[in-house]
């Protein structure tokens, strides 16, 4: 484990953005950005390129294409065709810090980019819409993508935990070897490699044996950035990769759902092989249409097992009743709740008394466990599907629980629920042993595993995992069970208090007066200071004015969090985007009505716990202020702020169009400092983006 570490490392150091020289296939140009004079190139011997460089880059592309140039941002721009003698070379620049770097590549005689090829693009995408399932999806999209590319074997590959990855669809020729449900470790696609596939969508290696091609002029250019080329030369290691893979060419098109990376469609081919720019376009097109797919799959299966999982707890909670304790509905039950998650047992533990339900680990074992997974704040959800990982003790019963949920209801005496799986073994196929070949010296030279045969592993001590789904049930359905419990108790109350004497009503008037005292003193006492801030701004300076309006504001997204706690049974979680919704509604009010018709809201619900809503409520408000104050200075213009989620982690984006990068994100003032902090305590990390026009920031943070 120690070697794949340091390999890891290893791998992740390397710098393969700036390798100083180029593919061969194509030819590449370097101007200054400032005066468009060409300093360098790359390529093989072509005596029409030779004579550009020193020459203004006008005079090589024309006047036309030159002057698209001026306003070259972050991303690659095709820029059309030209025209050398009668050969075709299909163009493509990108701004590389104070560069401009132009490619050229000659047309290749394939499918032409017309009415015909743009029909059969959109009759694949209908095809991916009709998949039945996911297999059938990717099935799809290989076969879509070799018909497309032309080459021998092309895959989908997933990545999963730990940054492996594994061949979820491929489509061959004949042939040739398959890897379909292969797994590859994370070290075969090291971290910066993973950042450019992000960056850069398509990434042809159109002939594994080629000489590298380096950059060449009267400057230095070996350690210009060439993140966004087509042509940027392969690390030597990734080439031993693919020579031990007996490929002769490549290709990889990103898929890339919500801004991360899901996979990548790789591409194989026997003989040296290249792709026209045309089908490069097409190919990320195509990726596209499938990433929207998944999501939208991905979406669609969570609402259906949402949908299943409250018709079971209705008929589950339909069997409590009114009249029956928590222990009779344990004792009787408590299969119905264990199968309510799919698990294989289920058990309450509630101070000495124990409760349980198919298969358990022995009594003692329970409780131990049951200290191990209570968790102090009520309601709130303990999953995993390693247990053993985090609670060593687990190893002896692995093959009895290997993945837990559980849930801690907040009574007098604390109960805790757990749900159980078994160890579920699974047989891993990997492209080769993931072991071997590791270098025990982490400076030794970096080398690619030699053999791909198929490898088998046994994977031990894990459980199926717990869909976010089933973990929202969980919590669900212990919330339901207390307010059953809470109303039978209330109702136990009440026939109690008929039969004794009159001052108790009195006893119940001043326990009512107390709770909605309780409910209201924190909102009340906000509210106040807010109306003191507001008193003091009137005799203010504007200046002054302006922070204490600010300060109200934060005000108010705090009071806003306590006022939605006392609307909800819970005091400990609550719906994030209902709250970001009341809190967006809020600061239209106090932005005014033109700000207010520029904000568009999307939020997709997520449980968090109220002092992380807290800061995401703090953080919404500075970004929105920001943006109002600096992203249109000579008036105002459109807001967006979206909530997502991405497996444990949700993503906050707040994105103008106005004139970029601005305000004091990036400062050292109150609003500034406060914001990093806010992150900070999240556990996550803010990114500021060119938005194309505009800003955007996007704060990712863990859920829990």
Known sequence: MQGQTDLLTACDREPIHIPGSIQPYGQMLVAEAASHQVIARAGLSDPRFE?????????????????????????????????????????VAFRSGTHVVIECTPQRPEQPLDAGF????????????????????FQKAAHAFRTLTGHDRVMIYRFIEGDAGVVVGESLAPGAPSFMNHHFPATDIPKQARALYVRNRVRVIADVSYTPAPITGAQDLSELDLSDSTLRSVSPVHIRYLHNMGIQASASVSIVKDGLLWGLVACHHHEPRSLSLTTRLACQTLAVILSRQIHAREDADLYRERIRLRAQ?????????????????????????AALLNADGFAAVQGLDLFTAGHCPDSSDIRSLAEHVRLPAAMRTYATHHLSKDYPEAAFYASIVSGVVAVTMSTEVPIILMWFRAEHLQTVTWAGNPHKDVPH???????????????????????????????????????????????????????????????????LRQKDFLLREVNHRVQNSLSLVAAFLRMQAREASPEVKS???????????????????????????????????????????????????????????????TDRAISVGLI??????????????????????????????????????????????????FGSRMLISLVERLGGHLDLEDNHPGTRAVVTAPIR
Request: hydrophobic share 40%.
């Open 441 to 507: 010296d982490p400076n030794a030279q970096l080398n690619p595993r030699t053999s791909f045969e198929d490898w088998s592993e046994t994977v031990r001590g894990r459980a199926r995992p717990w869909t976010h789904a089933e973990e929202e049930a969980a919590a669900r359905i212990v919330r339901l069970m207390l307010d059953t419990r809470n109303n039978q108790r209330l109702r136990e109350l009440n026939r109690e208090i008929a039969t004794t004497l009159k001052e108790n009503e009195s006893l």
């Open 51 to 91: 004579r550009a460089v020193d020459a203004p880059l006008a005079e090589f592309l024309g006047t036309d294409l030159a002057a698209s140039l001026h306003d070259l941002d972050g991303t690659l721009r095709v820029v059309g065709v030209l025209d050398l003698g009668g050969e075709a070379w299909d163009t």
């Open 547 to 609: 922070q204490l309006g600010e300060a109200e504001n934060r005000l108010k997204a705090v009071s806003l969090v306590h006022r939605r706690l006392h609307q909800n049974d819970s005091v400990e979680i609550l719906d994030l985007a209902r709250y970001l919704d009341d809190l967006c509604v809020e600061l239209k009010d106090t932005i005014g009505d033109t700000w207010a018709r520029q904000l568009d809201t999307s939020f997709t619900p997520i449980l968090i716990s």
């Open 313 to 337: 707890e209705d008929v589950i909670l339909g069997t409590l009743g009114s009249e029956r304790s928590l222990a009779d509905f344990f004792a009787d039950s408590g299969h119905k709740v």
């Open 118 to 137: 743009l029909n059969r693009l959109e009759q694949v995408g209908t095809g991916f819409e009709r998949a039945v399932s996911f297999p059938d999806l």
């Open 620 to 669: 919404v408000n500075e970004l929105i202020t920001n943006a109002t104050k600096y992203a249109y200075p000579n008036g105002t213009g459109p807001i967006s702020i979206a909530l997502e989620q991405h497996r444990d982690q949700f993503r906050l984006i707040v994105a103008d169009s106005g004139v970029g990068r601005h305000g004091p994100v990036q400062g050292s003032g």
